[in-house]
């Protein structure tokens, strides 16, 4: 059985053949107006016809095909470019919000008018065990052991370890983090202490001091190492034993820590009086 294709080239050759022919006699005696030339003109038309014709649609198959492989060529170009603009305007969009962030933390410093300096957070320990982050400045820039850390939301904690270009960051919330504080209203003074597991205790406050939820809790600035005044949290429950002298009383941190990107380190680690 011969295929489509094998019949479709044999038909072109002939037809080819058969012009040729014609062509042929034709020109041998181009002065006759009879004899065989009439005739193979006669016979041969339809088929030159039909041969031109079927070139015409070969060829518009031919420059069909190459518009479609143009076509997709450019519409490949186009999807590449869409992707580079649409990462162009993700870029743009993220410099955007980083710029909102730090005028915030420069309102915030100019409005405590400390020396503090910027830093980005580059890690993050969230173990059972330890509540600490990784920031770009070291010791290069004045970053030291001891000194607080702290957003507009409120404090974030305290430097812990530094290196020339990198300092580690004790979080509030950890365990081993403990901050002098007040009941901002009622002045009821007590220890903040890390609860590990993204809240914090308020720790050492007499059960007959009134803490209701709600309220606000601040550094005493009593601690040497936080300034007085910044806000830390807001009490979120407070419990009272049938015995016992103090109250356990839960503190929700005001720095959402899972969305943490920059801080400022206060240089002048001394508390306000």
Known sequence: MFSRRMVLVVAVLVLLLLNIAALTVSSSRPDSAGGAAPIALHLTAPFQKGLTASLGWIRSIWYGYFNLVSTAEENEALRREVAQLREQLNGYNELK??????????????????????????????????????????????????????????IVGQVIEASRRYAKVLLVTDRNSSVDTLVQDTRVRGILKGGGAGECRFAYANRNDTIKPGQRIVSSGLDGVFPKGFFIGTVSEVRKGVSGIFQDVAVAPSVNFETLEEVLVIMSPEAEE
């Open 97 to 154: 919000l980083l710029n909102g962030r730090m005028r915030g933390l420069l309102s915030f410093k100019e409005a405590k008018a400390r020396n503090m300096v910027a830093a980005m957070v580059t890690g993050k320990d969230a173990s059972l065990w330890y509540r600490t982050l990784i920031i770009d400045k070291g010791t290069e820039n004045g970053v030291a052991k001891g000194q607080p850390v702290v957003v507009p939301d409120g």
